[in-house]
C-alpha cells in the first residue's frame, strides 16, 4: 500500500483505502427523489451543496460499499477541490505574517526569512482533530518538498489549513500538487473584510407605528418587564476585538483569560475570548457592537442606560483584528472555523458587522455564488438553532442597488440594515444629554448647529420610520430580497475602546461614543433575537406569561418566521445619490422590497397580539412524495391584520451557482370566503403571483380586506425538491393561540383560478396574448418587424417565436431609472433579464444576464417546434425596455465561415 492510502487510513481511523475516502463525490441520479438522497446521507454520505437541475454533492468521510449497490443512482465522480481563479493565475497575493489570520497557537515561533509571504489557504470539509492536522501537515510537506519551500503551516481555525510560502512560490503548481489531498474542499486566498443602545432598546421592544417619528427614551421595555433580558443565552460575535477594561465586560472576580473556557471559570460576561493576532481592540469598532449586544455594568448607576440588548447574555468572542486597522482577516472557512466553535459554546445567535467591499462588484461582471456565502449557508444548515446575523452594508448611498455584498447576500442568514434610531433619539442624546456623547467624527460645536433644528421635518432621514442613508440596497445577485430586517442604526451609543485601566463602574464622559452604520443595527437584533430566543425556550409565546407554552430552543427558521411576520412598514423616506451628487428623496414601499427586506423589527409585536409559533419538529416535512401540507387556525377578529411568515433552512447550492435557492416552497392561505394569497404578494393571488426566489415568505392580509372570522387553512407546497425540506410557521394577528391543527384540506391544481382563462384537466387553457400558469402574462408573436415592451421589476413576459424562421433572436434591453438621475446600481451597467427557452412546455435553455448585459443572443433554430422565450427582469428597481428582433447577420461570422470552407476545400485538395 502507498504512503499515501498508508497516511488516509490512519486519518480515517479504517484499514480500508477507498477512492472515494475523504473526497467530494458528485452523485448524479436517475430520477430525483428526497428519499434517494436520505438514502444516501443515512449510508454516512455528507451533503455538502446542490447543484440543479440533477447533481448533488456528498462528502465521503469513509466510503459504505453498500451505495454501489443502490439502483437509483447514474453515476458517481470524484471532484476535484475548487481552486481560486488568482492561484489557477498564480498572481500575487503577499501579505506579512502577522496579517494571516492565524489562532495565536499556530502563530510562527521565530521570525520569518520574508517581510511578506504568498499564501494558500486549504478550506477542508470538516473539523479536523490536532493529530488528525499533524498527519495532513506531513502529507503536505512531503508533497511540497520537491516544488518550494514551505515558510510556515498553520490554521486559522479547525476547518482550514494555511501554507505560507515564499514570495517566489509559483500557487497553480502548490494547488496541482495538493489536488488529492483528502478532506481539502477549495483552495482559497485570504480576504480582508471592512467593519461597516438606550433609543434602540426601546425602539425594537415597543410597538411604534410605521408613521411614527421618534421613540421615547421613556417608553417601555416589556421583554425587560417579564426578566428577558438574554438570560442562559450565548451570542457569538467576531470583529476587532473587545476592550476588555471597559466596565460593559470587566469581572474583577474573574481574571480575564484569552483562549481559554471562561464559561468553566464563570466569567459574567464571556465564555471565550478567542484571539488571533492580538488581544487588544485598537480600533473601538469591536467594543462597540458587543457592548450594544450585551453590555452591561458591572457596578450599578451611571451608564445602564446604554446596557446592551440582551444585558444578561453572554459572549463567545473571536478576535480578528489586528493593530488599529479597520479591515479584519476572516477565516476562510466560516463554518468550521468561526461559527461552529461558538456553537460548541452553546451560542445560538452569530453577529457579524463586516462584509467584503460592494465595489467588489466593479471587478467582476458576472457574480456567482461564492465560498464564503456558500459556508455561512452551510452553517446555518448544520447548527440549526443558530440564527446567523449578518451586516449589509453602508454602501446604499454610494453604490445605491445592489450594494450587500458578500458574505451579506447568504440565503439562511438575516441580513440587517439600518434605519434611524429617530429624532427624539437624537435631541435628547446629543442635545439634550449633559454628558454630550457626540457622534463618532463630531465636535461639540458642530454638534450645536444641528441641534438648532427643532422641527424633524427639516431632517426626515433622521425620524425613526426612515432608512439610514447609508443602509446597503439589495437585490442579492440573483435577484433575491436582501436585506431582510431593518433595525436602529444612526445613531447608537454603546461602549468607547481604549480605556486605560479596568472598571466595573461606568464614566459617562470617557466610556461611550455614537457610532452609525449597519454594523451597529446588526448588534441590535442580534440581542432582540437573543430576547426572541429565551421567550420561546421558556414559554412565553402561549398567553405572554412564562409556561403558558411549551418552551423551546427555536431554529433560526423559526426565528426568520416570527421576525418577518411581525416586522413593520416604514412610512418614511430613503435617499438616493444622484449624478450630481445630491440626494433624491423618496417615500419607502411596502415591504419586501430591497430597501427594508420585510420591516422594521418588530419584536414587540409579539407581545401586543396572539402568536402561534410551529417549528420544524412540530410539522411535516415537505417531501416528492408528499409535497403539501395543510394546517387550520382560527380567526378571531375582523379588526386586525392576519400575518402568516413561512421560512426553511435551504440546504447549500453548488459554489458558482448563478441562483442559489434549491428547494422552492410556497406559502398559500385560503380564507373561509374562498380568497387565496401566496407569499410575498399583496391582494388575493394565483400560480403566477408565487415567489420563487426567497426562503422568507409573508402573507399579510390587511384588516381591510378580511371579510369573516372563521377558520384558515395555510399551505406550504414544495413545488421543486431535491431534499426533504423542514421548515417553520408563525401567525401573528387576533388568532385563537389554541386553534391549530392539520387540515384535511387539499391543494387546488390552481388556487386562485385562471384570470383570463379556463380550467381544463388541472391546467388553464389561456387566451391569444396571455401565458402562464394562470394566464397572467403577456405573450408576444415575434413578426418581421420585432417587438417592444417593457418589463416593470421583477415582471415576466413570452415571447413566442415561430419554427423554421429565425436562427437566433436578439433581445436589446435597457433601463429606465427607478430615480431620475438616481444612482441605480453604480456597477449594474446593464438590464438584468434572464431568458429561458421552452418547447412544449419543456425547458430547453437558460439565459442569465450578468451586470454589464444589454443584449442576449438566443439560437433557436434547432427547434423544431415554436419555442416561447420567457423573459423575466431580475432587476427589483428599474423599468427595462426590451427589443426582440431577429438577430442580424454578423460580418464578422460570415468571415468566418468562409474561411472555414477555404480550409476545408485545401484539406480536400
Known amino acids: 500500500m502507498s504512503r499515501f492510502c498508508l497516511l488516509l487510513a490512519v486519518l480515517l481511523f479504517s484499514a480500508l483505502c477507498h477512492e472515494f475516502d475523504g473526497r467530494l463525490l458528485r452523485v448524479e441520479l436517475k430520477q430525483r427523489n428526497t428519499d434517494h438522497v436520505e438514502t444516501l446521507k443515512n449510508s454516512g454520505l455528507v451533503l455538502d451543496s446542490i447543484e440543479k437541475p440533477n447533481y448533488f454533492y456528498f462528502y465521503c468521510d469513509s466510503y459504505n460499499i453498500s451505495i454501489d449497490e443502490l439502483a437509483f443512482i447514474k453515476n458517481i465522480d470524484v471532484v476535484q477541490p475548487f481552486v481560486d481563479q488568482s492561484i489557477i493565475s498564480d498572481e500575487p497575493a503577499h501579505r506579512e505574517a502577522s496579517n494571516f489570520g492565524l489562532s495565536a497557537e499556530y502563530l510562527p515561533e521565530n521570525d520569518l526569512p520574508y517581510r511578506k509571504l504568498e499564501h494558500i489557504v486549504l478550506t477542508l470539509h470538516r473539523a479536523v482533530t490536532d493529530d488528525e492536522y499533524a498527519l495532513l501537515v506531513d502529507m503536505i510537506s512531503e ?55 438606550i433609543y434602540a432598546a426601546s425602539n425594537i421592544q415597543g410597538t411604534a407605528d410605521s408613521a411614527d417619528e421618534g421613540v421615547a427614551a421613556t417608553e417601555s421595555r416589556p421583554f425587560f418587564d417579564l426578566g428577558v433580558k438574554g438570560n442562559d443565552i450565548v451570542v457569538g460575535c467576531g470583529d476587532t476585538g473587545v476592550d476588555m477594561n471597559h466596565c460593559f465586560f470587566h469581572d474583577e472576580s474573574v481574571p480575564m483569560q484569552y483562549n481559554t473556557d471562561l464559561a468553566a471559570l464563570n466569567h459574567r460576561k464571556l465564555v471565550y475570548y478567542h484571539v488571533t493576532a492580538d488581544t487588544e481592540d485598537g480600533n473601538g469598532h469591536g467594543t462597540h457592537v458587543s457592548g450594544s449586544i450585551l453590555g452591561t455594568p458591572a457596578a450599578a448607576g451611571a451608564g445602564s442606560m446604554y446596557g446592551g440588548m440582551a444585558p444578561n447574555a453572554k459572549l463567545f468572542f473571536t478576535d480578528l483584528g489586528s493593530g488599529t486597522s479597520s479591515s479584519m482577516t476572516v477565516p476562510s472557512n466560516l463554518y468550521a472555523s468561526y461559527f461552529s466553535p461558538a456553537a460548541s ?175 451597529m443595527a446588526t448588534p441590535v437584533t442580534a440581542g432582540a433575537v437573543a430576547l426572541l430566543q429565551e421567550y420561546i425556550s421558556r414559554g412565553f409565546h402561549g398567553d405572554g406569561t412564562e409556561g403558558s407554552a411549551t418552551g423551546f430552543m427555536p431554529s433560526s427558521a423559526m426565528v426568520r418566521a416570527a421576525l418577518i411576520a411581525t416586522a413593520q412598514d416604514m412610512a418614511g423616506v430613503q435617499t438616493f445619490r444622484k449624478a450630481d451628487a445630491s440626494a433624491a428623496t423618496v417615500s419607502l414601499a411596502s415591504g419586501p422590497n430591497n430597501s427594508i427586506g420585510w420591516g422594521r423589527l418588530g419584536l414587540g409585536n409579539l407581545l401586543n397580539l396572539a402568536v402561534i409559533l410551529k417549528d420544524e419538529s412540530d410539522l411535516t416535512a415537505v417531501t416528492t412524495s408528499a409535497n403539501v401540507q395543510a394546517y387550520d387556525f382560527t380567526v378571531n377578529s375582523v379588526n386586525e391584520d392576519i400575518n402568516v411568515g413561512l421560512a426553511w433552512i435551504d440546504p447549500p447550492a453548488a459554489s458558482g451557482s448563478k441562483y442559489v435557492i434549491v428547494n422552492n416552497l410556497v406559502l398559500w392561505v385560503k380564507t373561509p370566503s374562498g380568497l387565496w394569497y401566496t407569499g410575498n404578494f399583496n391582494g388575493p393571488a394565483t400560480r403566477d ?74 391546467k388553464c387553457s389561456c387566451p391569444a396574448g396571455k401565458g402562464g400558469d394562470s394566464c397572467t402574462y403577456p405573450v408576444y408573436s415575434l413578426t418581421s418587424a420585432g417587438i417592444d415592451f417593457d418589463l416593470t421589476p421583477g415582471a415576466i413576459a413570452i415571447v413566442e417565436i415561430p419554427a423554421g424562421i429565425y436562427d437566433s433572436i436578439a433581445v436589446q434591453m435597457t433601463k429606465t431609472p427607478y430615480v431620475t438621475s438616481g444612482e441605480t446600481g453604480r456597477y449594474v451597467t446593464g438590464a438584468l433579464v434572464d431568458a429561458i427557452v421552452s418547447v412544449d412546455d419543456v425547458d430547453e435553455a437558460i439565459y442569465f444576464a450578468a451586470y454589464d448585459t444589454t443584449s442576449l443572443s438566443i439560437p433557436v433554430s434547432m427547434y423544431s417546434s415554436a419555442a416561447r422565450v420567457t423573459l423575466r427582469s431580475r ?16 460580418a464578422f461570422s460570415v468571415g468566418i465561415s468562409m474561411v472555414l470552407v477555404a480550409l476545408m476545400i485545401a484539406v480536400l485538395l
Not at 875 to 890: A, F, H, L, M
Request: charged residues 15%; glycine residues 8%.
Open 143 to 197: 508533497r511540497l518538498r520537491p516544488i518550494t519551500r514551505v515558510e510556515h503551516i498553520g490554521r486559522q481555525g479547525p476547518g482550514d489549513i494555511v501554507l505560507l510560502l515564499p514570495p517566489t512560490a509559483r500557487p497553480s503548481r502548490v494547488a496541482g500538487a495538493l489536488a488529492d489531498v483528502p478532506h481539502v474542499r477549495s483552495m482559497e486566498r485570504i480576504s480582508n473584510a471592512q467593519i461597516h443602545n
Open 345 to 519: 459554546y452553546n451560542a445560538t445567535v452569530h453577529s457579524s458587522s463586516w462584509s467584503f467591499s460592494a465595489s467588489s462588484l466593479s471587478q467582476n461582471s458576472d457574480k456567482t455564488y461564492d465560498s464564503y456565502e456558500y459556508y455561512v449557508d452551510l452553517a446555518a444548515y448544520n447548527l440549526r438553532n443558530m440564527t446567523i446575523l449578518l451586516s449589509a452594508g453602508n454602501d446604499g448611498g454610494e453604490v445605491g442597488p445592489w450594494s450587500v455584498a458578500s458574505p451579506s447576500a447568504a440565503k439562511n442568514a438575516i441580513t440587517v440594515g439600518a434605519t434611524s434610531s429617530g429624532w427624539n433619539a437624537f435631541v435628547d442624546e446629543f442635545c439634550n444629554n449633559s454628558s454630550y456623547v457626540a457622534p463618532e467624527g463630531f465636535t461639540n460645536e458642530n454638534m450645536e448647529d444641528y441641534c438648532h433644528y427643532a422641527d424633524s421635518q427639516l431632517i426626515p432621514m433622521w425620524q425613526a420610520n426612515s432608512l439610514a442613508s447609508f443602509s446597503s440596497l439589495g437585490p442579492a445577485f440573483d435577484g433575491r430580497t436582501k436585506p431582510d430586517i431593518v433595525a436602529p442604526g444612526y445613531y447608537i451609543v454603546s461602549a468607547r475602546y481604549e480605556r486605560p485601566t479596568a472598571s466595573a463602574s461606568c464614566d459617562l464622559t470617557a466610556d461611550f461614543v455614537a457610532m452609525a452604520g449597519t454594523s
Open 689 to 762: 403571483n408565487i415567489d420563487n426566489y426567497n426562503i422568507n415568505q409573508r402573507v399579510r392580509i390587511p384588516a381591510s380586506e378580511l371579510s369573516s372570522t372563521g377558520t384558515y387553512t395555510i399551505f406550504v407546497e414544495g413545488t421543486d425538491l431535491y431534499e426533504e425540506q423542514p421548515y417553520a410557521l408563525a401567525v401573528w394577528g387576533d388568532v385563537d393561540r389554541t386553534s391549530w391543527s392539520s387540515s384535511a384540506d387539499t391543494l387546488p391544481a390552481n388556487p386562485g383560478g385562471c384570470n383570463t382563462g379556463t380550467e381544463s384537466s388541472d
Open 875 to 890: 432587476d427589483g428597481w428599474n423599468t427595462i425596455g426590451v427589443y426582440v428582433n431577429k438577430e442580424p447577420d454578423s
